[in-house]
C-alpha cells in the first residue's frame, strides 16, 4: 500500500497549558538507514510530554518537535541497513518525540515486538515507563532480590510499573500515594506497604521497617533530605524528576556516614546505543514476564489524537492511576 504524502499529528503552537496543542497537517517523516517507519495506532502520554509543552523540556538535538516519547503501531516501511524488522510487524517503540502523529520514524534497535497477550493500546504504555525504570531501578541502583524498594508516586505509570516489576523480581516494595483508593491499587500490584502521604510520615513508616535500600524519585524539592532519611546504610536513591523542584537543603554527613549514592537520569537525552541496550536487556528479562500475564500496564483512560488536550488535563489533574493513552489510527 502506498504511503500518504502527509499525515495528522499535534503540535505544540506556543508553549502553556493543555489548549496550545493542536492537530495539524505535517509532511511525512523519512527513515534513515537504520530506521523504521511506524503507522502509529497508539501513543502514550506522560509527564515530559506535559513539560515540553509548556516550555521546559526541549527535544534533543535532531528529534521531532512534536510531543510523544512512545507509541505502539505497524512497521510501513524499513532501513536498507535493518535486518531484524519486516513491514507489517507490529511493535512498540521508545521514541525521542514524535508519537503524537500517524506516523514516526524511530532507530530500529529502539523498538520490541509487542508482548504476546497483549494489545496495540496497552503495548503503547510500556516503552516510556519500563525503559525509565528498569534503566534506574535495576541497571543505575541495582535494586537485588530481597532488598526493599520505596516508590513515591505509586499509582503513577512509573509508579505502577516499578511497583509489579521490583515485586516480579522479588523486592519487598513501599510505596507512596494521596488517597486510600490509590494506595489500595498499590498494594494489589504488589506493594507490601502502601503510605498514604496526606496521612503518614514515609519517613517513619521505612525507618521502623529498618530503611529503604532503594528509593525511586520524581517530586524532589523537601522529599530529597526526607529520602535520605529514609534510607538505610548503603542505600541508592535514584531521582528522575523534580515535581516539586530540583533544589533542596541536604546534609551531607548523612551520606558520608552511612555510604548512601546520591544518582538519577533522565531518559530522552541518553545516546541510542545506551536505550538500544536498555531496550535488549528489557527483552531478554522482563518481555517474556509480560508475555507470561506475570506483570502489565495499568490503564487509566485513553482519548482521540483530536483531544490531546483533555489528556493532559487529565494527566496534570493527577486523578489518573496508570497509564493515558491517545488513539491515534485503527
Known amino acids: 500500500m502506498p504511503l500518504p504524502d502527509a499525515m495528522r499529528a499535534v503540535e505544540i503552537s506556543q508553549p502553556g497549558g493543555p489548549e496550545v496543542l493542536r492537530t495539524v497537517t505535517r509532511p511525512m ?4 538507514p537504520s530506521d523504521i517507519l511506524i503507522r502509529v495506532s497508539w501513543a502514550g502520554v506522560n509527564r515530559p510530554d506535559a513539560l515540553q509543552r509548556a516550555g521546559a523540556y526541549a527535544p534533543p538535538p535532531g528529534a521531532s518537535d512534536l510531543p510523544g516519547l512512545e507509541a505502539a503501531g505497524t512497521v510501513v516501511a524499513v532501513g536498507a541497513e535493518v535486518t531484524r524488522w519486516q513491514v507489517g510487524d507490529h511493535v512498540c517503540a521508545l521514541l525521542p518525540g514524535g508519537g503524537y ?4 520514524a524511530i532507530p530500529a534497535d529502539h523498538a520490541l515486538p509487542v508482548p504476546a497477550g497483549l494489545t496495540l493500546d496497552q503495548a503503547a504504555c510500556l516503552p516510556e515507563t519500563f525503559f525509565t525504570v528498569w ?11 530481597g532488598e526493599t524498594l520505596l516508590v513515591h508516586g505509586g499509582s503513577s505509570g512509573i509508579g505502577t510499573t516499578a511497583i509489579q516489576l521490583a515485586t516480579a523480581f522479588g523486592a519487598r ?3 507512596t500515594a494521596g488517597t486510600p483508593e490509590k494506595c489500595r491499587i498499590c498494594e494489589r500490584l504488589g506493594a507490601e506497604r502502601a503510605i498514604n502521604y496526606r ?3 514515609f519517613v517513619e513508616v521505612l525507618k521502623a521497617d529498618g530503611g529503604a535500600h532503594v528509593i525511586l524519585d520524581m517530586v524532589g524539592g523537601s522529599y530529597i533530605p526526607r529520602n535520605i532519611r529514609a534510607l538505610r546504610t548503603e542505600g541508592r536513591l535514584v531521582q528522575i524528576a523534580f515535581l516539586e523542584g530540583p533544589k533542596a537543603e541536604l546534609n551531607f554527613a548523612q551520606v558520608m556516614k552511612r555510604r548512601l549514592t546520591i544518582t538519577g537520569s533522565t531518559l530522552r537525552p541518553q545516546s541510542d546505543a545506551a536505550k538500544a541496550e536498555i531496550a535488549r536487556q528489557l527483552e531478554e528479562k522482563v518481555w517474556p514476564l ?7 500496564p495499568v490503564m487509566d483512560s485513553e482519548f482521540a489524537l483530536d483531544d490531546a488536550a483533555d489528556a493532559h488535563a487529565r494527566m496534570e489533574s493527577s486523578a489518573h492511576i496508570g497509564k493515558i493513552v491517545l488513539k491515534v489510527a485503527g
Open 29 to 32: 517523516p523519512e527513515p534513515g
Open 199 to 201: 496521612e503518614e510520615d
Open 135 to 145: 534503566s534506574n531501578v535495576f541497571m543505575r541502583a541495582g535494586l537485588r532480590a
Open 173 to 175: 516494595v513501599f510505596t
Open 101 to 104: 502523529a500517524e506516523f514516526v
Open 290 to 296: 509480560l508475555g507470561s500475564g506475570d506483570l502489565g
